[in-house]
């Protein structure tokens, strides 16, 4: 390991530093190419820019994954919404005696937090609980890399219907990436934590060659969703005006289910393949312009 690398890796643990200063160490810590925040170009670097610059109170509400409930709610219609079995605010209050024989538990306030029980009868209480106090002591903005949305999100935990798909082991994930509100393409992951392995199609479901190095790329073709144009009109709908959001929906029995709405995926230090895309996605974000005078956008 060179000097600047293990000197940025002392760097980036310094939490306290002004995003400004930070983000261009923790982007070249992790990508190793510099980041100019008043001219950002490629995909991640306008990420970093709008964690560093774009603050809408809404944010918050729409990454905590209790609260955005209200939002789709609104937004499409509350059909969309996976049914939700109890909120608790404290590991504590769990009482997995009330719960189902499957459920999911979700930390509303973070990423990869989710407890999938498709057994009760097999569960380690001790074990889980230990695992949701442990989430509940974490903040995301401070986890990461001072991802803005997550900083005041109350942590909390949900408990919501296990969802499962006909001769599936895990559902299909369909991850809308939509630019100033417009769904462009969708990722598509399959098998997740059991045999990770990942898809891009356009919206005219024509198998891109995108891809990260992080996960497998599946070779074979995915049978569309008849629903997947509901699909697009639900990810549209809750892209809103937004920069940048990712808006990820789950298809169950052609079904539409909402998921989550990500502002930053992979925390912005997770390059596309082959290169030349990280310009092309970078180009379909038009940053908003900072107000006069002011260190950061408050309105959509």
């Known amino acids: 390991m060179g000097a600047k690398k293990l000197l ?22 992790y990508l190793g190419k510099k980041l100019d925040l008043k001219n950002p170009v490629e995909f991640n670097q306008k ?13 918050t509400k729409l990454v905590d994954k209790y609260a955005v ?33 499957q459920f999911v ?25 230990f695992l949701m106090n442990k989430w509940m002591h974490k903040n995301q903005y401070y986890r990461g890399g001072l ?9 909390r935990l949900i408990a919501e219907k296990y969802l499962e798909e006909m001769d599936k082991d895990v559902i299909l994930d369909y991850k809308f990436f939509c630019f100033n509100g417009v769904p462009k393409f969708v990722q598509i992951d399959l098998e997740r934590g ?49 920069p940048f959001v990712r808006v990820d929906l789950y298809s ?14 992979a925390d912005g230090r997770s390059d596309f393949h082959p290169a030349h895309y990280n310009k092309i996605l970078g180009d379909m974000i038009k940053l908003p312009a900072l107000p006069e005078n002011k260190k950061e956008i408050k309105e959509v």
């Open 105 to 129: 538990i979700k930390g509303v306030h973070g990423f990869h937090f989710n407890l999938i029980v498709k057994d009760k009868t097999k569960l380690n209480r001790n074990k889980a609980r």
């Open 147 to 155: 991802e803005w949305a997550y900083k005041n999100v109350p942590p």
């Open 252 to 265: 169950i029995k052609n079904k539409t289910i909402f998921g989550e709405m990500t502002f930053y995926p």
């Open 47 to 59: 990420i970093q820019w709008l964690k560093t610059y774009y603050h809408p109170d809404i944010l």
């Open 194 to 242: 059991v045999n990770d392995q990942r898809a891009f199609y356009d919206l005219d479901w024509k198998k891109l060659d995108l891809h990260k190095k992080s996960v497998k790329i599946y070779e074979g073709e995915l049978e569309k969703p008849d629903n997947f144009d509901e699909m697009i009109q639900v990810a549209t709908k809750l892209a809103d005006k937004f």
């Open 69 to 101: 409930r209200e939002y789709v709610k609104e937004k499409v219609g509350e059909h969309f919404l996976n049914d939700l079995i109890a909120v608790y605010d404290k590991a504590s209050k769990v009482n997995f005696d009330e719960l189902p024989n």
């Open 8 to 29: 940025y890796g002392i760097l980036k643990k310094m939490k306290f530093l002004p995003p400004e200063i930070y983000m261009p160490i923790y982007y070249e810590y």
